[in-house]
Every structure is written in C-alpha cells, then in structure tokens.
C-alpha cells in the first residue's frame, strides 16, 4: 500500500510537471509566432518600399483643401497687467535648442545640444520619455499632426523619425543632407517632411517610403528655417542670403521670392489662416508680410 501510494504521488507530481512544462512550451511557441510575424510584417514593408523605389510608386502629394480656418474668428490675446512665472525645471544638461508642443495634447518636445530630445508633461514639467540616436546636437524638432510621430534635425547631417507607439524607436533617419540640417517639418497631412541645411538645400520626404522626393535649390546660403503654409502644398523658406521663397512640393518650382531683410533671415513662420507670415532676422527686425 505504502509503495502503491508513493507511486501515485509520484505520477501526480509527474502530471503536474508535464502539464507545466507544457503550458510553457505553448507560450514559447506563440512568442515565436509573434515574433516570426513581426520579422515578417517588417520584411514585408521593406520589400514593398524597396519595390517602390524600383518601380516609382511613392505617396502621392495631397489635393488642394480649403482652409477650415480662413474665416474662423481668432480670440484675441488678452494684455494682462502683470505674468508671472508658474513653473521652472531643469530640461536638459546643455543648452535647448527647439520646442513643438503636441497638437491634441498638453504636452511639450525639447530638442538640446546634449543630443537628446524629451517629451514633458505641460504645466507640471514631468518628465514623459525621451530618445537619442544623433550624433551630434539637435537643431529642429516637430510633431506629427496626428501626434503619432516626432521629426528631429540635426548637426549630424541628418533628420530622423520617432515612433511614439514604439516606445519612442527611431523608425527611419534621412541622410542626403551634406551639412548641419536646421530644422525639419511636417506637412498638414504629415506624409511627407520638409528638411534645410547649410548646404543651401530644402529637401522634400516621403514619410512613409523614406526617400526623397524633391531638392529644392534657389538659395545661396543657409537655409534656415521653413514652413508650410497651412492645408496646401506650399512651403516657405528663409536663408542667409537674406530672402525669403514659396515652394510648391509637387514641382519643386519657387513660386516667388521676397526681399526687404539687410540681413540673414533666421526663422519664418505663417498664421493658421495662411493670410499673413513673419519673419526675423539677425539684426533683430521683425517684418509681418501680407
């Protein structure tokens, strides 16, 4: 009877072993499916893009849309007597460069000479998450329109694309640039990405394929900063040599070229009604162009 109930419990002990080292194996194995699956859905995109560089399928550039906010009333700034300071926190180790805040969110992207960029929860300053992959500092940072995604531009010569639905991964860096990229934005649809360089170049991304779709070349110096003028295929650019030029991505062609600046033109931004931009220069003038 002893020997009889020893060796029950044994093939007891046994059983439970066998169904634990079982249920273990099952695991493993949809691990490695998943995985298997993911190896495959990122050879699939890969053969797919490569196919389309090949055969010059890339995504097509978006139709003309009519400005939602053309007669929209804007609420006015409100001067109030006295602003005082609500939060203050210690961002970076070295210098901060760039700023885009997230379109839907509270939330604010940094950019740094310490080759960082960093997510913060806006007004708390909490820190949300971060990344580095450039080699050198950062220069220009942008949100996606969705908020899904964020461009940096760097000293290194190169822009890259952060998923924020993969903990932040880099998910593709553009290289043709031969000198520091300043800045880096996305268009209203977010398919395709405006970078500028010291090397007098603007060049015109394709998101979702990685490749580059126009070089638009007319400057004489820097290209410092540029942006697309709200729901259309225009870009503004300004530089060095003191202008200020409108692109069309589709054609690469310079729509029209400004001149007034006795100086570099540092930054150029335009209003959400896409009626009125601003510039700056060097010599510290500001000029509001209809």
Same mark, same amino acid.
């Given at each position: 009877?002893?020997?009889?109930?020893?060796?029950?419990?044994?093939?007891?002990?046994?059983?439970?072993?066998?169904? #634990? #080292?079982?249920?273990?194996?099952?695991?493993?194995?949809?691990?490695?499916?998943?995985?298997? #699956?993911?190896?495959?859905?990122? =050879?699939?995109?890969?053969?797919?893009?490569?196919?389309?560089?090949?055969?010059?399928?890339?995504?097509?550039?978006?139709?003309?849309?009519?400005?939602?906010?053309?007669?929209?009333?804007?609420?006015?700034?409100?001067?109030?007597?006295?602003?005082?300071?609500?939060?203050?926190?210690?961002?970076?180790?070295?210098?901060?460069?760039?700023?885009? #805040?997230?379109?839907?969110?509270?939330?604010?992207?940094?950019?740094?000479?310490?080759?960082?960029?960093?997510?913060?929860?806006?007004?708390?300053?909490?820190?949300?998450?971060?990344?580095?992959?450039?080699?050198?500092?950062?220069?220009?940072?942008?949100?996606?329109?969705?908020?899904?995604?964020?461009?940096?531009?760097?000293?290194?010569?190169?822009?890259?694309?952060?998923?924020?639905?993969?903990?932040?991964?880099?998910?593709?860096?553009?290289?043709?640039?031969?000198?520091?990229?300043?800045?880096?934005?996305?268009?209203?649809?977010?398919?395709?990405?405006?970078?500028?360089?010291?090397?007098?170049?603007?060049?015109?991304?394709?998101?979702?394929?990685?490749?580059?779709?126009?070089?638009?070349?007319?400057?004489?110096?820097?290209?410092?900063?540029?942006?697309?003028?709200?729901?259309?295929?225009?870009?503004?650019?300004?530089?060095?040599?003191?202008?200020?030029?409108?692109?069309?991505?589709?054609?690469?062609?310079?729509?029209? =070229?400004?001149?007034?600046?006795?100086?570099?033109?540092?930054?150029?931004?335009?209003?959400?009604?896409? =009626?009125?931009?601003?510039?700056?220069?060097?010599?510290?003038?500001?000029?509001?162009?209809?």
């Amino acid at each position: 009877m002893k020997e009889n109930m020893l060796s029950k419990l044994e093939n007891t002990r046994l059983k439970e072993k066998l169904g #634990m #080292m079982t249920t273990q194996m099952e695991k493993i194995e949809k691990e490695n499916r998943g995985e298997a #699956m993911d190896e495959m859905a990122a =050879t699939q995109k890969s053969d797919i893009k490569k196919a389309a560089k090949q055969e010059k399928v890339y995504t097509e550039f978006p139709k003309e849309r009519e400005n939602p906010y053309t007669n929209a009333e804007i609420e006015k700034f409100v001067v109030r007597e006295s602003i005082s300071l609500s939060k203050s926190f210690k961002a970076h180790s070295l210098g901060i460069t760039k700023m885009s #805040m997230h379109p839907k969110k509270p939330i604010l992207a940094t950019a740094s000479d310490d080759r960082t960029w960093k997510l913060w929860n806006i007004p708390e300053g909490k820190y949300l998450m971060g990344g580095e992959g450039h080699t050198d500092w950062l220069s220009g940072i942008d949100f996606h329109p969705r908020g899904n995604l964020l461009a940096t531009s760097s000293a290194d010569g190169s822009a890259k694309i952060w998923d924020f639905g993969k903990n932040g991964e880099c998910v593709n860096t553009f290289k043709d640039h031969i000198q520091v990229v300043w800045d880096a934005k996305f268009n209203y649809t977010g398919e395709f990405l405006a970078t500028c360089s010291m090397d007098q170049a603007i060049k015109i991304w394709d998101v979702e394929y990685g490749v580059c779709r126009h070089s638009l070349r007319g400057h004489v110096d820097n290209v410092n900063s540029v942006c697309f003028i709200p729901f259309s295929n225009l870009l503004l650019s300004c530089s060095g040599d003191k202008t200020i030029s409108v692109w069309d991505i589709r054609t690469s062609h310079c729509a029209q =070229t400004y001149l007034g600046h006795k100086s570099a033109v540092s930054r150029v931004d335009c209003n959400l009604q896409a =009626t009125k931009f601003v510039s700056c220069d060097m010599d510290g003038v500001v000029f509001l162009w209809d």
